[in-house]
C-alpha cells in the first residue's frame, strides 16, 4: 500500500527552529511536496523537492533523501503566524498526490 | 487569493437531500481536483479533471459525482446525503496533471448535514 508518516502534532517556542519529518512508502515517487494549511484556510504550497538535498524558501528550507524515503521541512525564526498545520505530499507513478495525514504545529510565545 | 473560486461558501442541509458544490479553476489551470476534510482530518482526495477528462479517482463515494465542463469549470453533486458527510469540501486546481506543480486551493465549502 500507499502510505506518508508524520507527527500528529509539533509544539516549538516563538524564534526557535523546528523540523517536522516525512516518511513515505508509495508505488513510485517523482517528487515530496509540502503544504500549509491554517485553522479554517485552504491549504497553500509551500514548496516541492525531486532531489536528494536542502531547498531554502526564506525562513522555510525542505530537505529530502530518495534513498531514506524521507523528507523534512525546517521553520526558522518561528512566528507567531507559523502556527498551522502542514501537509506532506507525494508524487506517486501515476504523478497523482498522495497526502499524509499532516502535522499540528503549536507554537508558544 | 488562490484564484480558485469556489461556491457556496456554506451549506446547511438535511439528510437524504442532495447538493451540487461549484470551482471555477484559476485561470490558465486545466485540472481540477476535489478534496473532502472532515474535522480535524487529512485531506482525502475525491476525483480529479483534465481538460474536461476524468484523469484520476480517490476514495470517493457512489454517491458522489463530478464533471468538468467545457469552460473548465467543475460540480460535485453529492446525493443521498448522510450526516457522515458533513465536512470542508476544497477545490484545487493546477497548470497540467503531474503531481509536480502546485495546487492551488479554494476557500472551501462548508457542508453541514443535520
Known amino acids: 500500500g500507499q502510505s506518508l508518516e508524520q507527527p500528529s502534532e509539533v509544539t516549538a517556542v516563538e524564534g526557535a527552529i523546528v523540523q517536522i519529518n516525512c516518511t513515505y512508502q508509495?508505488?513510485?515517487?517523482?517528487?515530496l511536496s509540502w503544504y500549509q494549511q491554517h485553522d479554517g484556510g485552504a491549504p497553500t504550497f509551500l514548496s516541492y523537492?525531486?532531489l536528494d538535498g536542502l531547498e531554502e524558501t526564506g525562513r522555510f528550507s525542505s530537505f529530502l533523501s530518495r534513498s531514506d524515503s524521507y523528507g523534512y521541512l525546517l521553520l526558522q525564526e518561528l512566528q507567531m503566524k507559523d502556527s498551522a498545520s502542514y501537509f506532506c505530499?507525494?508524487?506517486?507513478?501515476?504523478?497523482?498526490?498522495?497526502w499524509g495525514a499532516g502535522t499540528k504545529l503549536i507554537i508558544k510565545p | 487569493d488562490s484564484g480558485v473560486t469556489q461556491t457556496p461558501k456554506h451549506l446547511i442541509t438535511a439528510t437524504g437531500q442532495r447538493v451540487t458544490l461549484r470551482c471555477s479553476p484559476r485561470s490558465g489551470d486545466l485540472s481540477v481536483y476535489w478534496y473532502q476534510q472532515s474535522l480535524d482530518q487529512g485531506l482525502q482526495f475525491l476525483i480529479q479533471y483534465y481538460n474536461g477528462e476524468e484523469r484520476a479517482k480517490g476514495n470517493i463515494l457512489e454517491r458522489f459525482s463530478a464533471q468538468q465542463f467545457p469552460d473548465l469549470h467543475s460540480e460535485l453533486n453529492l446525493s443521498s446525503l448522510e450526516l457522515g458527510d458533513s465536512a470542508l469540501y476544497f477545490c484545487?486546481?493546477?497548470?497540467?496533471?503531474?503531481?509536480?506543480?502546485?495546487?492551488?486551493f479554494g476557500d472551501g465549502t462548508r457542508l453541514s448535514i443535520l
Open positions: 523537492n525531486a
Open positions: 484545487a486546481s493546477s497548470v497540467g496533471t503531474e503531481g509536480n506543480q502546485p495546487q492551488h
Open positions: 508509495t508505488s513510485g515517487f517523482y517528487g
Open positions: 505530499a507525494v508524487s506517486d507513478s501515476n504523478y497523482q498526490l498522495i
